[in-house]
């Protein structure tokens, strides 16, 4: 007798089409044009540089009472030296102590606005992808509002309304940022939810819940987490542009952008105060970019 093998059930075709989806993506190859991509690499180690900083400040800085309101009248605006490396600012602190100390502030702040845009963007784009009708064009109608400002004159906008601090900050871009997720997921669910698993899994009584979140958002993970690398800089730019602009934190707060905002009124005898907190904000966004163009390529296998 012939053994007589039991068909695939709609769940194996699935998991079946998501695990070779992601095993080809994240394959050997896949990694080794990672590391072939220099700039993705150096930005990734630098990134890894700032993460380490942002946990351990507190016992890498050389001056930990300079992070708050501390004035030295003595050291004004010392210009960098053996003592101060970086030099010192109006107050006489230490400008790397304070960049240290606000590393946490700044890629706290793109951590966290990406991930509420995440959360709120990607179900409500899947939502309009794949219920489509009105629900879609509401959805998208709403988004098309969101895009129509400039992101800088929004999130400036509604931080202001809510007052000047770094979690309103934090809030106004969040409301911005859900856009940008919310079209990729959308698009994303067009192209996907005619793939002939989603079919399979709809004939066998699966919920929408269970195909929007455990059958196709797995399948988009790569063009969102490309997003979010790339779109985590330029949260950052934004959140240090409104705290530069008075909006978001406060003094004696070592964010960057109030450094920068703080020394330019010392422009250009005194550079340094300005110079190196913007090298900090220019360093981290482009590490961020870089990294966000190797995973592109490497999900993409170019």
Not at 285 to 298: A, E, H, T
Request: charged fraction near 15%; proline fraction near 6%.
């Amino acid at each position: 007798m012939t053994e007589t093998r039991p068909l695939p059930s709609a769940a194996d075709v699935s998991l079946d089409a998501v695990d070779d989806r992601l095993s080809s993506e994240q394959s050997w190859p896949g990694l080794r044009r990672f590391m072939r991509n220099r700039p993705a690499v150096l930005g990734s180690l630098f990134m890894l540089l700032m993460i380490c900083i942002m946990a351990f400040w507190p016992w890498l800085v050389p001056y930990p009472e300079d992070v708050a309101d501390a004035v030295n009248f003595d050291r004004m605006l010392e210009r960098p030296s053996a003592e101060f490396w970086l030099g010192t600012d109006e107050a006489g602190r230490d400008i790397l102590t304070r960049i240290m100390a606000g590393t946490g502030m700044s890629l706290g702040l793109g951590l966290v606005v990406i991930t509420c845009a995440i959360c709120v963007g990607v179900p409500v784009g899947m939502i309009a992808g794949y219920y489509g009708g009105w629900t879609e064009r509401i959805i998208m109608r709403l988004v098309d509002v969101f895009s129509s400002v400039p992101a800088l004159v929004l999130a400036l906008a509604i931080s202001v309304l809510l007052g000047p601090s770094l979690v309103n900050a934090m809030i106004a871009l969040s409301v911005v940022w859900w856009r940008v997720f919310a079209r990729i997921a959308h698009g994303q669910m067009l192209s996907l939810k005619t793939e002939p698993y989603v079919a399979i899994v709809r004939q066998m009584g699966a919920s929408d819940g269970h195909i929007l979140f455990r059958e196709i958002l797995p399948n988009m993970a790569s063009a969102i987490l490309v997003t979010a690398s790339l779109d985590a800089g330029a949260v950052i730019l934004i959140g240090t542009s409104i705290s530069f602009l008075g909006a978001g934190a406060n003094p004696p707060a070592a964010e960057w952008g109030l450094m920068v905002a703080s020394g330019r009124a010392y422009l250009p005898g005194a550079w340094w105060p300005s110079l190196f907190p913007g090298l900090a904000i220019f360093f981290t966004v482009m590490s961020l970019n870089m990294i966000g163009d190797g995973l592109r390529d490497y999900f993409s296998g170019e």
